[in-house]
């Protein structure tokens, strides 16, 4: 089955600099890749996610990266502030109509300090 | 209200005893997963169900069973609970078709003494 990695497992960053965390995925036919926002007692929440046809993929303060032939995927947020603190996951499957069996790396805590 | 509704939020029980962990959704999807989540583990899947009369398993359905009693019902079981399977334990949700996004409840956290 598929395996994914995420790095780093935390990170802190002070307000208003650039947060980058980085994924890889093991599955070449993977082709659907999200990242899931989890605040302080919710569950996951959908944030941005990228299709294999795509290198990049832009919301606001926050990008997506993929990188196909070396299976990694990157999530950046600039500009950021405290209400990003959270823990992000990201995730990879092999998107099909009847399949959405997500593979989810293991999560960043993310500290935006004031 | 929200969209995809746990319940119990928060069960602490012990070895050997019989859990039921339910999910409500009034999101219309047919879609439903039950996840476990463990610091440093991430999420990971127990169970699927794409509609009523379709259940799978997922990465790490061993020591759980589960019930699609309706569209909008899916409920997970622990036969006899061992102290390893203390976790937070989520529900989701997906629609036939969509982006992919799936929608989850808030958790349920289950302590096994």
Same mark, same amino acid.
Not at chain 1, 47 to 68: C, M, P, W, Y
Not at chain 2, 78 to 104: H, K, M, R, V, W
């Given at each position: 089955?598929?395996?994914? &990695?995420?790095?780093?497992?935390?990170?802190?960053?002070?307000?208003?600099?650039?947060?980058?965390?980085?994924?890889?995925?093991?599955?070449?036919?993977?082709?659907?890749?999200?990242?899931?926002?989890?605040?302080?007692? /919710?569950?996951?929440?959908?944030?941005?996610?990228?299709?294999?046809?795509?290198? &990049?993929?832009?919301?606001?303060?926050?990008?997506?990266?993929?990188? /196909?032939?070396?299976?990694?995927?990157?999530?950046?947020?600039?500009?950021?502030?405290? &209400?990003?603190?959270?823990?992000?996951?990201?995730?990879?499957?092999?998107?099909?109509?009847?399949?959405?069996?997500?593979?989810?790396?293991?999560?960043?805590?993310?500290?935006?300090?004031? | 209200?929200?969209?995809? *509704?746990?319940?119990?939020?928060?069960?602490?029980?012990?070895?050997?005893?019989?859990?039921?962990?339910?999910?409500?959704? *009034?999101?219309?999807?047919?879609?439903?997963?039950?996840?476990?989540?463990?610091?440093?583990? $991430?999420?990971?899947?127990?169970?699927?169900?794409?509609?009523?009369?379709?259940?799978?398993? $997922?990465?790490?359905?061993?020591?759980?069973?589960?019930?699609?009693?309706?569209?909008?019902?899916?409920?997970?079981?622990?036969?006899?609970?061992?102290?390893?399977?203390?976790?937070?334990? %989520?529900?989701? *949700?997906?629609?036939?078709?969509?982006?992919?996004?799936? %929608? %989850?409840?808030?958790?349920?956290?289950? *302590?096994?003494?």
């Amino acid at each position: 089955g598929e395996n994914v &990695e995420q790095h780093p497992s935390t990170l802190s960053v002070q307000e208003g600099d650039s947060a980058v965390i980085k994924c890889t995925y093991s599955d070449s036919a993977s082709n659907y890749f999200p990242w899931y926002k989890q605040e302080l007692g /919710k569950g996951p929440q959908l944030i941005i996610d990228i299709r294999s046809n795509v290198g &990049e993929k832009k919301d606001q303060r926050i990008a997506v990266t993929l990188n /196909k032939t070396a299976k990694h995927f990157s999530l950046h947020i600039t500009e950021t502030q405290p &209400e990003d603190s959270a823990v992000y996951f990201c995730a990879a499957s092999y998107f099909q109509t009847g399949a959405n069996n997500l593979f989810f790396g293991t999560g960043t805590r993310l500290t935006v300090i004031p | 209200d929200a969209d995809v *509704t746990q319940t119990p939020r928060n069960r602490i029980t012990k070895t050997g005893k019989r859990i039921m962990l339910e999910c409500s959704q *009034t999101k219309g999807h047919d879609r439903m997963y039950w996840y476990r989540q463990d610091p440093g583990l $991430g999420l990971r899947l127990i169970y699927y169900s794409f509609d009523v009369k379709d259940i799978n398993k $997922g990465e790490i359905s061993d020591g759980y069973s589960v019930s699609r009693q309706a569209q909008a019902k899916f409920s997970l079981s622990l036969e006899s609970a061992i102290p390893n399977q203390t976790a937070l334990y %989520f529900c989701a *949700t997906s629609d036939l078709g969509s982006t992919g996004e799936l %929608f %989850f409840g808030e958790g349920s956290r289950l *302590t096994v003494l």
